[in-house]
T-cell receptor
Framework: DTAVSQTPKYLVTQMGNDKSIKCEQN?????MYWYKQDSKKFLKIMFS???????INETVPNRFSPKSPDKAHLNLHINSLELGDSAVYFC????????????FGSGTRLTVV | DAKTTQPNSMESNEEEPVHLPCNHS???????IHWYRQLPSQGPEYVIH???SNVNNRMASLAIAEDRKSSTLILHRATLRDAAVYYC??????????FGQGTRLTINP
């Protein structure tokens, strides 16, 4: 199926650990994004890559580091996890400016204990 | 980013039409109007978008005011599966969707 797929779907980890979330899209889009949805359900953009180049980097702690090995993949690595990092992380993709729509993954629910 | 204003919540009955309003009085000439929805425990889902003219697709219709300062998402015959948070978003090419609070739509059986 054509889609944006994220792994893992659920991630429970202890404070201080390092973890990664992976995202892949097979839609042929050239731009990918990471969004964070906190407990209050607000969706905020974190990063965006266009053809492997970082184009959006919102105010996000340095502990978060995105990596895009190719335009179909965008991974998110988080160092020294904190309780406040608990949230649902959504990956998305679009063609260039996204004027014709974004496609979102189903999310990764991260719980830091 | 251009702002949108939506009611926090709306309620409708199954099989009836639903009109979800959105105000965007500061819209610029190059802003596209997008609607997304988020069903419980799922990622946001694209619904429809438009620039100046009304648009129809298999999911919904988008009615855009002549001055473009407001728009309405129309679900012609709501089902229980349409219960979701609906977001009206303006995209100008900044390559990012900026989500507001959205409208929580409840559908009564």
């Amino acid at each position: 199926d054509t889609a944006v797929s994220q792994t893992p779907k659920y991630l429970v980890t202890q404070m201080g650990n390092d973890k990664s979330i992976k995202c892949e899209q097979n839609l042929g889009h050239d731009t990918m994004y990471w969004y964070k949805q906190d407990s209050k359900k607000f969706l905020k953009i974190m990063f965006s890559y266009n053809n492997k180049e970082l184009i959006i980097n919102e105010t996000v702690p340095n502990r978060f580091s995105p990596k895009s090995p190719d335009k179909a993949h965008l991974n998110l690595h988080i160092n020294s996890l904190e309780l406040g990092d608990s949230a649902v992380y959504f990956c998305a993709s679009s063609q260039t400016r996204g004027i014709h729509g974004y496609t979102f993954g189903s999310g990764t629910r991260l719980t830091v204990v | 980013d251009a702002k949108t204003t939506q009611p926090n919540s709306m309620e409708s009955n199954e099989e009836e039409p639903v009109h979800l309003p959105c105000n965007h009085s500061t819209i610029s000439g190059t802003d596209y109007i997008h609607w997304y929805r988020q069903l419980p425990s799922q990622g946001p889902e694209y619904v429809i978008h438009g620039l100046t003219s009304n648009v129809n697709n298999r999911m919904a219709s988008l009615a855009i005011a002549e001055d473009r300062k407001s728009s309405t998402l129309i679900l012609h015959r709501a089902t229980l599966r349409d219960a979701a948070v609906y977001y009206c978003i303006l995209i100008e090419g900044a390559q990012k969707l900026v989500f507001g609070q959205g409208t929580r739509l409840t559908i009564n059986p």
